[in-house]
């Protein structure tokens, strides 16, 4: 994927601590940490939960402080006011209020956003029509399905028309049909040349859509780079599934090989590094078995994901 050169996100050396009560001592929640989001891509910011992420976009919104080091938005200081006419801003749990429309709540968030009136009414139908709400628009919130409400908090995000859009956890709680058609919109507002931070935990959905990945871990940053870069680390294994393997042939493979196996019904998935590839091969074929397949492996973010959670040392980009 393309990657820009201008750097829109900034955060560097980033410390934020909390003084839980008085008299307690203070807890780090952030210790340190810098990232880079780039002009015009979609930017993942994963972790587990109590790892930092949603601190982390709040010292980006304003909202709370760092303790120390400093963070910039499109060149400004998060602590700045007048530029976030700039940032669009979608969270986790978005409030609407029940007995409006999604029409009028619409209204609402572009007066308050300083959209002309002149120009309100055409951009709410253009936002409506955009996240596929046009049918709904004049329908009541309380009739509007989780999916629905994601999609209006989308809109409400781009009333204004924002250069960088932050979305705080955009799949969750969605069914399968509903994540499809957020992705679906993430992807539109990149093609639209807007640059998207999303705060997830749904690894699928990273992996489909972001350019670039953070891992961060207990308030420390994991990994950072490219997602393809990630998940290409893998292309020194290979899977070669077999069948008709006897419990003899199975332990040879364990044991001289040092593969990997998994049983498939009654085939075996065999994982191998890629030197072994054509020793395996001569065993399964030797012992009698039969070669139904060999594919090099890829890793997957999860599984990536899951070994930087479990490792202790941190991983450069």
């Not at 001569?282 to 490792?311: D, M, P, Y």
């Amino acid at each position: 994927m393309q990657q820009h050169e201008r750097r829109i996100v900034r955060i560097e050396n980033i410390v934020k601590d909390f003084r839980p009560g008085f008299g307690l001592r203070v807890k780090r929640v952030l210790h340190g940490i810098s990232l880079d989001v780039n002009d015009g891509e979609i930017f993942g910011f994963v972790g587990p939960n109590g790892s930092g992420k949603t601190t982390t976009l709040k010292v980006l919104m304003g909202l709370i402080r760092a303790t120390s080091g400093e963070a910039t938005i499109l060149g400004h200081s998060v602590t700045e006011t007048a530029f976030r006419r700039e940032i669009g801003f979608l969270p986790e749990n978005p409030y609407f209020y029940s007995h409006l429309t999604g029409r009028e709540i619409l209204g609402f968030f572009a007066k308050l956003s300083g959209v002309t009136r002149g120009r309100r009414k055409a951009r709410i139908s253009e936002l409506l029509e955009w996240v596929g709400l046009d049918h709904a628009a004049d329908s009541r919130l309380e009739t509007y399905s989780k999916g629905m409400l994601q999609r209006l908090g989308i809109a409400q995000a781009l009333v204004h028309d924002p250069r960088v859009v932050f979305l705080d956890e955009p799949m969750s709680g969605l069914d399968p049909i509903g994540r499809v058609e957020i992705r679906d919109l993430v992807l539109r507002l990149r093609s639209e040349g807007k640059t998207v931070f999303m705060n997830t935990h749904i690894l699928h959905d990273v992996e489909m859509l972001c350019d670039r990945v953070a891992i961060i871990v207990e308030g420390r940053i994991r990994y950072q780079g490219v997602i393809e870069d990630l998940v290409g680390s893998g292309l020194h294994e290979v899977d070669i599934v077999a069948a008709n393997l006897s419990p003899e042939t199975v332990l040879e493979l364990e044991d001289r090989l040092a593969a990997k196996l998994r049983g498939v019904g009654e085939r075996v998935e065999i994982r191998v590094a890629e030197k072994e590839v054509n020793d395996t091969l001569r065993c399964v074929l030797a012992a009698g078995g039969e070669v139904v397949s060999v594919t090099r492996h890829r890793v997957s973010l999860e599984s990536f994901f899951l070994s930087t959670v479990e490792g202790g040392s941190e991983i450069g980009e």
